[in-house]
């Protein structure tokens, strides 16, 4: 059974930061590209952050560059995203995928809740 988990999200300070995490499970993690998504109140879902299958090659829309970083550890089928310098407007749904390049099959987590708030 394919289960992708969102982890770490919360409540956090203008400034503050926060790791999310996206534990995978029932694919072969290492062969999929990972990616991070949000989705804020009514809007629509935006990619935030890609990794590349073996980790060497990371993108980043342009709000979010120099602030969050995208990192996996394949050994432990997990996916990262470390958010520093938060900021209100990244309040959003975050959401990992799995991604396979050459057939295009995705997988998706259920998201996990990043409230920037003081």
């Known amino acids: 059974q394919v289960q992708l988990v969102e982890s770490g999200g919360g409540l956090v300070q203008p400034g503050g930061s926060l790791r999310l995490s996206c534990l995978a499970s029932?694919?072969?993690?290492?062969?999929?590209?990972m990616r991070w998504y949000r989705q804020a109140p009514g809007k629509e879902r935006e990619l935030v952050a890609s990794?590349?299958?073996?980790?060497?090659?990371?993108n980043y829309v342009d709000s979010v560059k120099g602030r969050f970083t995208i990192s996996r550890d394949n050994a432990k089928n997990t996916v990262y995203l470390q958010m520093k310098s938060l900021k209100p407007e990244a309040t959003a749904v975050y959401y990992c995928k799995a991604w396979r390049l050459y057939d295009g099959l995705e997988y998706w987590g259920k998201g996990t809740l990043v409230t920037v708030s003081s």
């Open positions: 990794i590349s299958t073996g980790g060497g090659t990371t």
């Open positions: 029932g694919f072969t993690f290492s062969s999929y590209a």
